[in-house]
């Protein structure tokens, strides 16, 4: 009973404080800042640093936070935001609300080729399938035979979550106009289509498919926390599609200076160590110490298109996406 | 006493309108056009609605028609094994959370499930099976029990009268039966029809891909990366003219079904022969164990997870959370679900009952307005005008409560209108003021209250869709904590919450059926 009068008055007592401005305040999504992921480490680690004090504001995901910027406008109450994707760079940078940073940022991994002003890479990944090499011993090795072949693959929602729209650019790149038929091709195998990433993930490790698509470090997770080997990624010929996190100081922040140390602490040797290992992606700098296995990772050769070619093509794409996978 | 209703009723609408109009009034582009009328004419969005309607009607009619067998084999043998708990199971069933009953049937039915080395080499979960397994069991239980309660009705009277008239077991099924049945069916239909209609978590996980697209999907497809509003709101109007129109109608040619006399305790009913006694006990164990198998496939994966390394003090203050908001949300549901009906029960004692069924379809409008636009609506509405880091709590509760309203209406209404029948002309020759009312009113709504309360409460401790925009990480509730476990990877931890979750919902069944026991008894 005291438990329940105890939560009832601090629920109370959430409800009514006045907000307390914190220096830097981070627009980020809720998984980074769960007390397993970046967010927790991250933030004491800068507030040691500055002697200041950052608050994340955490939405559902990373296109809530463009969303949220969307509906607030002018008024927004972010000095930065953490956790846009490079798919979402263009639409973010349209609504006015993001500013130079004015950096220059320490060398970055040169396979990024990373060139802008506003954004800031703090880590990315390869868009990849996932398989059980318990399972199975002789995995594809392109999407072309991945996509020819009659293996159960389970993929994600372009219209809903970001690996889907990585499959749609990276079925894109590899065929071109063609790309309606292999979608055909592909759906005659799917086992299903899921919402988000979870979803999707879940599903394969309860065995409902060979192929899931994931991240090339996903078999990273397995390894470092659960001591499990069998799940790799399978590296394809044709190249794979990346997916790059960002961050950027926005235009209406009071305190632009602080952000940018912020932006400059996310590429710091210190901040690369700690999110490879909790957000389950790649540094974006060289040389960071981490557990053996992410060096054991595929590392592929990367192709894709550019955020503004994708953005000027993602609704065509989807149509035919939506159309070709619905026969 | 009528003010307070209509403020209430005005309320709930209140909630409806300004979300559609925060989405209407949202203008990102500076373009006028507040509906994409081009949508209409589109390929998308004609099979999006007809899969919609398809899904929806198969669902509704699959789960009554299952259902029906195992409501008689209930209401012709009373001391079947377990019954009461049968039925506890049957609640629990219609509030699990989606997302465990998921996991459930992937566990049981899917590629690599239990039971599906006998299902052949073609069986396949995804699509419409997996859609609509997932529907029948969640809507398959309610239906029996709407049912058995339906044929408990029947008087006694009437079965003398058959007894004495030798009628067959054809004639007893056409003339005494159906005729109890028929009235409630399409009510029934309409509600199930409704609920499937507006399903989001079960089509987005189980309909395998973009063939299987409802409207309710469909909003949240165009809400989320395109922010296409204009798109949104055709949608949105769209699934709002199916749903409510259809509702609206099977309503009113649905009939009072409640209108009978409420009697669980029955009196006399036909014993039927040994050969249908032993069918009846077939029908039933195979129910029981279709309800229960999704529930059991679910341990083998949780004996995966060290339960000894298991953070118990991380689930524990989610726990307590979510039941405080889905208390309070339930308490609130009640008192404006009676609220609200009062309007419907003044005009119906006025013989004003076209007036009643307008204000009985907007106290349950809640039902067929698209969640998704609801929760989205308000969002963007309130954002700029108020500090939702610090406010967002209040709404989830709020809007849980709006949602839930349908639900209390439901379950308050029959009996109200019971105590109006009988006791209304009383009430009004005494001139009883409003607490005097309410003090003849209580004992007779006490167990309807009570039970409707555990309803609530079950339902609103299953939502994901209103935390996840209005939640804040600080009140972290465990249906959202078990989304943040699987959405890392960590799916042993979620299936450990899930199956908590799960028995904390069991519990709230259990000591409902409790009260429900004791009150009979006594």
């Keep these: ?327 | 006493m009528l003010a307070a209703g209509m403020l209430a009723l005005g309320f709930s609408l209140a909630v409806t309108v300004l979300a559609f109009y925060g989405l209407i009034g949202f203008d990102s582009s500076g373009t006028e056009s507040r509906l994409d009328t081009r949508l209409l004419s589109d390929g998308y969005f004609h099979s999006v609605v007809w899969f919609s309607i398809k899904q929806a009607g198969l669902s509704a009619l699959l789960a009554l028609v299952l259902a029906w067998p195992v409501a008689r084999a209930l209401y012709y043998s009373p001391g079947l094994w377990l019954r009461q708990s049968f039925l506890s199971l049957c609640v629990l069933s219609f509030v699990m959370p989606t997302l465990i009953l998921i996991t459930g049937l992937v566990a049981l039915l899917g590629r690599q499930g239990l039971i599906s080395p006998w299902l052949g080499q073609d069986w396949n979960l995804y699509g419409l099976p997996g859609i609509l397994i997932a529907h029948v069991y969640l809507n398959l239980p309610f239906a029996i029990r709407v049912q058995l309660l339906q044929l408990q009705h029947i008087p006694d009277s009437s079965w003398k009268l058959a007894a004495q008239l030798k009628l067959g077991a054809w004639q007893r099924l056409r003339l005494i039966e159906w005729p109890a049945l028929r009235a409630g069916m399409l009510q029934l239909f309409g509600f199930v029809f409704v609920l499937c209609f507006n399903s989001f978590a079960v089509v987005l996980a189980l309909g395998g891909g973009p063939r299987a697209t409802t409207l309710e999907v469909a909003i949240y497809q165009s809400l989320k990366y395109d922010f296409n509003i204009p798109e949104a709101l055709t949608l949105a109007w769209t699934q709002l003219l199916i749903a409510g129109s259809l509702f609206l109608l099977l309503n009113r040619l649905g009939g009072n079904q409640w209108l009978g006399v409420d009697s669980t305790q029955q009196h006399w009913t036909p014993k039927p022969g040994a050969a249908m006694q032993r069918l009846h006990r077939l029908l039933y164990a195979t129910a029981a164990l279709a309800l229960l198998l999704p529930l059991l496939a679910l341990v083998p994966g949780v004996l995966q997870v060290n339960l000894a390394r298991f953070d118990w003090l991380a689930i524990a203050r989610p726990a307590f959370i979510t039941l405080l908001i889905a208390a309070i949300a339930g308490t609130g549901a009640l008192l404006l679900a009676y609220a609200t009906l009062l309007p419907s029960r003044f005009a119906r004692t006025e013989g004003r009952n076209t007036l009643a069924l307008l204000c009985d379809w907007l106290s349950t409008h809640a039902l067929v307005a698209p969640a998704m636009v609801v929760s989205v609506g308000l969002y963007i509405l309130l954002l700029p005008r108020l500090d939702l880091d610090h406010w967002g709590m209040l709404f989830v509760v709020l809007l849980n409560m709006v949602l839930i309203l349908p639900y209390a209406v439901q379950q308050l209404r029959p009996r109200l209108l019971q105590f109006d029948r009988q006791y209304e002309r009383l009430v009004r020759s005494l001139k009883l003021g409003f607490q005097e009312r309410l003090r003849i009113e209580w004992p007779y709504m006490r167990r309807a209250c009570i039970t409707s309360f555990a309803l609530m409460l079950l339902l609103a401790m299953g939502d994901v869709a209103i935390f996840s925009i209005f939640g804040t990480s600080d009140w972290t509730t465990l249906p959202w904590l078990i989304y943040g476990y699987a959405g890392t990877y960590r799916m042993g931890e979620a299936s450990v919450a899930s199956l908590l979750l799960l028995l904390i919902c069991a519990l709230v069944v259990w000591l409902f059926q409790h009260f429900e026991k004791g009150q009979q008894d006594a």
């Design chain 1, 1 to 327: 009973m005291k438990t329940i009068i105890g939560l009832c008055s601090a629920l109370a007592f959430g409800l009514t404080q006045a907000s307390q401005a914190a220096d830097l305040r981070v627009y980020t999504y809720d998984s980074f800042v769960s007390e397993w992921g970046p967010g927790p480490q991250l933030e004491q680690a800068f507030e040691a640093q500055c002697g200041c004090d950052l608050e994340y504001v955490a939405v559902e995901d990373g296109v809530s936070i463009l969303n949220r910027l969307r509906i607030e406008g002018e008024n927004n109450k972010a000095d930065v935001i953490l956790g846009i994707d490079d798919g979402l760079s263009v639409d973010t940078r349209a609504t006015g609300l993001i500013e130079p940073h004015g950096l220059s940022i320490s060398p970055l991994r040169q396979e990024l080729a990373w060139q802008d002003d506003s954004f800031v890479p703090f880590d990315f990944g390869y868009f990849a399938f996932i398989y059980d090499s318990s399972k199975i011993s002789q995995p594809v090795t392109s999407l072309r035979a991945l996509i020819e072949s009659d293996a159960s693959v389970i993929y994600q929602d372009p219209r809903t979550s970001t690996p889907g729209q990585g499959l749609m650019m990276w079925v894109k790149a590899v065929y071109g106009d063609e790309a309606p038929a292999a979608w055909q091709q592909l759906s005659r195998h799917t086992v299903t289509v899921t919402k988000g990433w979870w979803e999707a993930y879940s599903l394969f490790l309860a065995g409902d498919a060979d192929y899931v698509l994931s991240y090339n470090t996903s078999p990273a997770y397995h390894v470092v926390a659960e001591n499990k080997t069998q799940y790799r990624a399978a590296p394809f010929s044709e190249g794979h599609v990346a997916q790059i996190e960002l961050a950027a100081i926005t235009s209406t922040s009071q305190n632009k200076d602080l952000g940018r140390d912020f932006l400059q602490f996310l590429v710091s040797p210190q901040a690369q160590a700690i999110i490879p290992v909790t957000n389950w992606m790649l540094p974006v700098i060289d040389n960071v110490e981490l557990p053996p296995v992410f060096g054991e990772l595929i590392s592929p050769q990367r192709i894709g298109f550019s955020a503004e070619e994708a953005g000027a093509s993602r609704q065509q794409w989807l149509r035919e996406w939506r159309s070709s996978a619905a026969q």
